[in-house]
C-alpha cells in the first residue's frame, strides 16, 4: 500500500508540527546556552517549546473528546505568540513587557470561562495570536537599518505566518475546522498546521543565521573601529580614505585632507589624569563628527592624532571646515568637567584638484602644514604649500 502526501490527515500534521517545534526550542535553547548574553534566543526557544505543548494539548483533546485539552492547547499556543512577540524586540534591545507577553493568554482564559463563549474565544484567540505574529515582524523590520540579510526571510515567515493565522480564525468563526472529517492537506485547515512546520522550521534556521551574521558584523567593526572614539581606526581610514581617493580620481574631482593634533595633550595627561584625557579626546571627536558631511571619513590615526578626508572639496572650503572644527573645540574644552582644561588642537589642510595624488601624499603634505601649526603657536590652522613628494610619511618630529 502506498501512501502520498495527500493521504496525511491533520491529527498527523499535528503530531508534526508538535515534534519540529519542541526540536526548533531545544535548538535554540542549547546556543542560549553557550551563549546566554543572547536572552531572545531563550525566550524564543521557550515559545516554541509552549508551542510544542500546546499543539498536543489540542491534538489530545481533539483525540479525546477533552474540550479542556483544547483550551488549553489554544491558551498555551497564545501564551507562545506573546513570548515570540517578547523575543522579537529582545532581539533588537526594545522594551517588551512581560505583561502585554502574556495578556493575550490571560484575556481569553478569563474570557474562555464565560457561558457560550467558547467558539468566539477560539476565533478572537486565533486573531490575537495573528496580531502578536505581525507585531513580531514589525519588530525586526524596524530593526532593517542593521543590515543584516537574515532578518528579511523572519519578517516573511513571521507576516505569512500571522496572514494563515487570520485565515485560521475566520475558517474557526465559519465552524470550518474539519473536527468531523479528515480534511486533505491543501484544505484550509490542513494548510494551518503544515505552514505551522515551515514556519518553526524556516524561524530557527534563519534566527540561528541572525545570530551569526551579528557576530560577524561586531566583529568586523571591532576590527575596524577604535574603541575609545567610536570612530575609524587607522586601519580602516587608510582603506576607507583610499577607496574615496580612487573615486576622485575616475570622476576628477577634488580631495582634501585635512589632519588634527591635540596639542600639549601630554599635559594634559600629566595634570588631569588619563581620565580626563580620554574625555578631552571624545570631545573631539564628537566636535569634529558634528562638522562633517555624511560621505566625509574620519579616523583615528594613533594616540592624539586624527586625519579626515573630504572628497569634493577644495581647499578653501577644506580650510574653513578645520578652522569650524578647531575654533569649537577650543570653546566645547575650556571645562571638562570641573577641570579647566583649556583644550586645544592644531590642523594641517591638502587637497589634490583631480585626486592626481595619493592618499599617502596628501597626508604627508598634511603633516608637514601640521608641523608648521605647531611650530607658529597652535591652535591654528595652517594650508600646505604641497611641494612634490620623496614617498611615504614625513619623518619631521613634532612637538605636542
Not at 4 to 29: E, K, W
Not at 102 to 117: C, H, N, Q, W, Y
Amino acid at each position: 500500500m502506498s501512501y502520498g502526501i495527500m493521504d496525511l490527515d491533520i491529527p498527523t500534521l499535528m503530531a508534526m508540527g508538535s515534534f519540529v517545534a519542541a526540536c526548533a526550542g531545544a535548538i535554540l535553547l542549547l546556543v542560549w546556552l553557550q551563549n546566554r548574553r543572547i536572552t531572545a534566543l531563550a525566550i524564543w526557544g521557550l515559545a516554541d517549546i509552549i508551542t510544542a505543548g500546546g499543539i498536543l494539548s489540542l491534538m489530545l483533546g481533539k483525540a479525546l473528546n477533552e474540550p479542556l485539552g483544547s483550551i488549553l492547547g489554544s491558551h498555551l499556543l497564545l501564551l507562545a505568540a506573546g513570548l515570540t512577540w517578547k523575543a522579537a524586540r529582545t532581539f533588537d534591545a526594545k522594551p517588551a513587557p512581560l505583561v502585554l507577553a502574556v495578556l493575550g493568554a490571560v484575556v481569553t482564559a478569563l474570557a474562555s470561562g464565560l457561558p457560550g463563549m467558547q467558539h468566539v474565544i477560539a476565533s478572537f484567540g486565533a486573531v490575537t495570536n495573528a496580531v502578536y505574529m505581525f507585531a513580531a515582524a514589525t519588530a525586526f523590520w524596524l530593526g532593517r537599518k542593521e543590515r543584516l540579510p537574515a532578518r528579511w526571510p523572519i519578517i516573511v515567515f513571521t507576516s505569512v505566518h500571522a496572514t494563515v493565522l487570520l485565515t485560521g480564525a475566520w475558517t474557526i468563526f465559519n465552524g470550518g475546522t474539519g473536527e468531523d472529517q479528515v480534511p486533505p492537506l491543501l484544505s484550509m485547515f490542513g494548510l494551518i498546521h503544515f505552514e505551522s512546520i515551515i514556519f518553526a522550521l524556516g524561524t530557527v534556521v534563519f534566527i540561528l543565521a541572525l545570530i551569526r551574521e551579528r557576530g560577524e558584523a561586531a566583529s568586523t567593526m571591532a576590527a575596524h573601529i577604535d574603541s575609545l572614539t567610536g570612530i575609524l581606526n587607522r586601519g580602516a581610514f587608510m582603506e576607507s580614505a583610499g577607496r574615496v581617493v580612487e573615486r576622485c580620481r575616475r570622476d576628477s574631482a577634488p580631495v582634501a585632507v585635512m589632519m588634527f593634533d591635540l596639542d600639549r595633550f601630554k599635559t594634559v595627561n600629566d595634570t588631569h589624569g588619563h581620565a580626563i584625557g580620554d574625555l578631552v579626546i571624545q570631545k573631539f571627536c564628537e566636535v569634529t563628527a558634528a562638522a562633517l558631511r555624511p560621505n566625509d571619513v574620519f579616523g583615528r590615526m594613533g594616540g592624539e592624532e586624527f586625519a579626515v578626508a573630504l572628497p569634493g572639496s577644495g581647499i578653501e572650503a577644506a580650510y574653513a571646515r578645520a578652522e569650524r572644527i578647531r575654533a569649537s573645540f577650543a570653546e566645547n574644552c575650556r571645562f571638562v568637567g570641573e577641570h579647566r582644561v583649556d583644550a586645544t588642537v592644531s590642523s594641517g589642510v591638502s587637497v589634490s584638484g583631480n585626486a592626481e595624488h595619493t592618499l599617502s601624499a596628501l597626508l604627508e603634505y598634511s603633516d608637514i602644514a601640521l608641523y608648521r601649526a605647531k611650530a607658529e603657536g597652535r591652535n591654528c590652522v595652517k594650508r600646505a604649500d604641497q611641494p612634490k613628494p620623496k614617498g611615504g610619511f614625513s619623518t619631521v618630529i613634532r612637538v605636542a
